[in-house]
């Protein structure tokens, strides 16, 4: 048996809204109306329940809502709500649904089993690699054409990952990762400078 909800109010709620005589927009008033008793029916699970519409019927007329407008606006919203409930179970019946996530060992097997019972397949990806992060990303090589050139002037940047190289006063190059190949050495000059390293 499905547990029927009500339609809570706060206590001091006031049970006034926009004076339907007031000055504003038709189409802003209509949707406060609107906008009500689709709360209502959420409320509700739309189902009927005659005791909260009668307060939500008493809001509208106290401020000044006509009757066949809201009977217009209730019965719209129920045919609507009645098709899209039509779509969402049809749509269960037809298909299911899948989530992609990255695999964790023991826990997707674990999440995969659980949802099986819903309808709701697990499909997972591997955690992107250096040599993915640069096939699609930026690719940034020293340019030793012109020797007078900065280490920035000689970078040869596209995309949006880096890996790049420097070079070492000892003869060795030190090759890294980074998403910002400017940022990065941005940072190595902070340190630089921060340490006094010459």
């Known amino acids: 048996q ?4 009500k339609w809570y109010k ?17 189409a802003m008033k209509k949707n406060i109306a ?6 209502f029916l959420i ?14 019927i008493n809001m509208l007329t106290n401020s000044g809502y006509p009757h066949n407008l809201i009977k217009k606006i209730f019965r719209v919203l129920r045919k609507q709500n009645n098709e899209d409930r039509t779509m969402v179970e049809n749509e269960k019946n037809s298909k299911q649904s899948v989530i992609v996530i990255p695999h964790v060992n023991e826990l997707t097997e ?4 659980f949802l099986k019972k819903f309808g709701v397949r697990i499909c997972t990806k591997l955690n992107p690699s250096i040599g993915d992060m640069v096939n699609k990303g930026k690719i940034v090589a020293l340019n030793n054409i ?4 900065t280490s920035e002037e000689k970078c040869i940047k596209t995309g949006e990952f880096a890996v790049y190289g420097l070079p070492c ?19 190595y000059k902070m340190k630089i400078k921060k340490f006094d390293i010459e």
Do not use: F, W
């Open 34 to 39: 609107i906008n009500m008793i689709k709360k």
């Open 110 to 113: 674990e999440l995969r089993h």
């Open 169 to 187: 006063e000892c003869g060795d190059l030190y090759t890294g990762e980074t998403v910002s190949l400017h940022n990065r050495i941005k940072q």
């Open 2 to 5: 499905r547990e029927k909800n």
């Open 43 to 56: 409320a509700n699970n739309g189902n009927h329940n005659d005791n909260d519409m009668q307060i939500l």
């Open 10 to 26: 706060k206590p001091t709620a006031s049970n006034r809204l926009l004076h339907y005589e007031s000055d504003h927009n038709l």
């Open 146 to 149: 012109n020797k007078n050139k």
